[in-house]
Nanobody, 124 residues
Framework: QVQLVESGGGLVQPGGSLRLACAAS????????MGWFRQAPGKKREFVAV???????TYADSVKGRFTISRDNAKNTVYLQMNSLKPEDTAVYYC??????????????????WGQGTQVTVSS
């Protein structure tokens, strides 16, 4: 079983950048596909990005070209670099791990392990 802890959230102005980190313990991240999801107030949690074990990536249309998912297996950490942030990016961001490490799943139900989330607020 893997444990996930997110960090790096905070308050940023529109147009700014943040980098979220998701540190894993218990198992090597290379065993999993890793995803990022987010949940805005009053909305359902939604898919943001996913990376397979062999670094194939998929992004939600709303973040494509602005967000980048990456992983450092040596540090057992996955990152989400967020640029050109918009107020509509405000949400709690969660990282998640799936044992389906090949197919880059987009659904919450495909992920067995979740972090506690980190708040990102984009506001002037």
């Amino acid at each position: 079983q893997v444990q996930l802890v997110e960090s790096g959230g905070g308050l940023v102005q529109p147009g700014g950048s943040l980098r979220l980190a998701c540190a894993a313990s218990g198992r090597p991240l290379s065993m999993y596909g890793m995803g990022w999801f987010r949940q805005a107030p009053g909305k359902k949690r939604e898919f943001v990005a996913v990376m397979t074990w062999n670094v194939y990536t998929t992004y939600a249309d709303s973040v494509k070209g602005r967000f980048t998912i990456s992983r450092d297996n040596a540090k057992n950490t996955v990152y989400l670099q967020m640029n050109s942030l918009k107020p509509e990016d405000t949400a709690v961001y969660y990282c998640a791990a799936t044992t389906d490490r090949y197919s880059a799943p987009l659904r919450e139900s495909d992920y067995a392990y979740w972090g506690q989330g980190t708040q990102v607020t984009v506001s002037s």
